[in-house]
């Protein structure tokens, strides 16, 4: 199974609201990341964890809240967003340590912010 | 800084032509170089990895190569089919923080 889930596949909220996006992956794989993607642009990273630990954070608002609940688990948690924050949240994963290993993305969430 | 550049930004060929999609970088520390497909609206999907130490991999009617000391891959498609549609990135794993950069796209149109 080389399979990355992502669930929700579409989300529209409000400024106010709270939600959470959901990745999940059976590939044994101990590394996992959330990237962001704008229309027409290549992804860009926002954070990574290795063995549920955050090692990666690129500064991203705190508005987004990652959390690794266990090896095979990534939510991202959303409050107070904006629309231009209006994206496709894209989940990946990988085999864990020296970064020689391939990634598996998700099919990622469609995030409208309204 | 990492930069990954792709050339040419857009393409459209006739299908059963053979094609090369390039990307270039600007650090050569790097553990991988991954090409990857996105179809519009979707995920990505792997296409092939080179590691570092490797010069190119091959799957099927792809072939990505890897000259590291100029900073430079290529994708190669052989005999295109109008499912070959689709946007191509690669992407580098710079070695000094592991962290992955991508390159803007080639968008790929293959015409029937």
């Known amino acids: 199974d080389t399979e990355v889930t992502q669930t929700p596949k579409h989300l529209v909220m409000g400024m106010t609201n709270k939600k959470s996006l959901k990745c999940e992956q059976h590939?044994?794989?101990?590394?996992m990341y959330w990237y962001k993607q704008k229309a027409k642009k290549p992804p860009e990273l926002m954070f990574v964890y290795s063995y549920e630990k955050l090692s990666i954070n690129e500064s991203v608002p705190s508005r987004f809240s990652p959390e690794c609940p266990n090896s095979s688990l990534l939510n991202l948690h959303l409050h107070a967003l904006q629309p231009e924050d209006s994206a496709l949240y894209l989940c990946a994963s990988s085999q864990a340590g020296t970064g020689i290993y391939e990634q598996y993305f998700g099919p990622g969430t469609r995030l409208t912010v309204t | 800084k990492q930069e990954v550049t792709q050339i040419p930004a857009a393409l459209s060929v006739p299908e059963g032509e053979n094609l090369v999609l390039n990307c270039s970088f600007t650090?050569?520390?790097?553990?991988?170089l991954q090409w990857f497909r996105q179809d519009p609206g979707k995920g990505l999907t792997s296409l092939l990895l080179i590691q570092s130490s490797q010069r190119e991999q091959t799957s099927g009617r792809l072939n990505a190569s890897l000259d590291k000391s100029s900073g430079r891959s290529t994708l190669y498609i052989a005999a295109s089919q109008p499912g070959d549609s689709a946007t191509y990135l690669c992407?580098?794993?710079?070695?000094?923080?592991?962290?992955?950069?991508f390159g803007k796209g080639t968008r790929l149109h293959i015409l029937p």
């Open positions: 992407a580098v794993r710079r070695s000094r923080d592991d962290k992955i950069i």
């Open positions: 590939m044994g794989h101990r590394a």
């Open positions: 650090d050569s520390a790097i553990y991988n």
